[in-house]
T-cell receptor, first 110, second 112 residues
């Protein structure tokens, strides 16, 4: 079946450093979504990418969809303590549902 | 706009007991999901509803889990009997027009 892997599994950074997480699919994707889950919280939708090579920015967050539409990345510039949490990608499986990736847990050291 | 509501927020039961969770999605959202999230893992889809019909329940352990959405609005998820491995957070989500999912706060279930 379809597999979605995220790397790294964990990342500790000093506040102000950059952070990148990667999401890799075994199949070509029609779109990809990214979510953030704060410790003790629930996943919150961040963005959806649809087009090959698409790049979208949200303040310090940059999202990119690979040219082959089989991978995606989330880059955070100059991390802050508010960026702490687990970042999940979610990819379509079949027609109507999404599979969540394994997640990357980010810790930011002040 | 009110978010997705879930109750209870926490539940502790003994194994072999039964438990039920309730979810009220965002008004107007036709698609509703139930996920199981084990600590340190991503949400795992249990069941998906479109209005009051089941779209996908392939990952639902049907010998012990059941779910319904009778009037196409709120939904309940039941576990009977519970096992130790059912300890997890049960998340409900409803889907917006762009297929983005809005999650409720979840119910943290501990089975002892």
């Amino acid at each position: 079946g379809q597999q979605v892997m995220q790397i790294p599994q964990y990342q500790h950074v000093q506040e102000g450093e950059d952070f990148t997480t990667y999401c890799n699919s075994s199949t070509t994707l029609s779109n990809i979504q990214w979510y953030k889950q704060r410790p003790g919280g629930h996943p919150v939708f961040l963005i959806q990418l649809v087009k090959s090579g698409e790049v979208k920015k949200q303040k310090r967050l940059t999202f990119q969809f690979g040219e082959a539409k089989k991978n995606s990345s989330l880059h955070i510039t100059a991390t802050q303590t508010t960026d702490v949490g687990t970042y999940f990608c979610a990819v379509p499986s079949g027609t109507y549902k999404y599979i969540f990736g394994t997640g990357t847990r980010l810790k930011v050291l002040a | 706009e009110a978010g997705v509501a879930q109750s209870p927020r926490y539940k502790i039961i003994e194994k072999r007991q039964s438990v039920a969770f309730w979810c009220n999605p965002i008004s107007g959202h036709a698609t509703l999901y139930w996920y199981q999230q084990i600590l340190g893992q991503g949400p795992k889809l249990l069941i998906q509803f479109q209005n009051n019909g089941v779209v996908d329940d392939s990952q639902l352990p049907k010998d012990r889990f059941s779910a319904e959405r009778l009037k196409g609005v709120d939904s309940t998820l039941k576990i009977q009997p519970a096992k130790l491995e059912d300890s997890a957070v049960y998340l409900c989500a409803s889907e917006g027009l762009g297929y983005e999912q809005y999650f409720g706060p979840g119910t943290r279930l501990t089975v002892t």
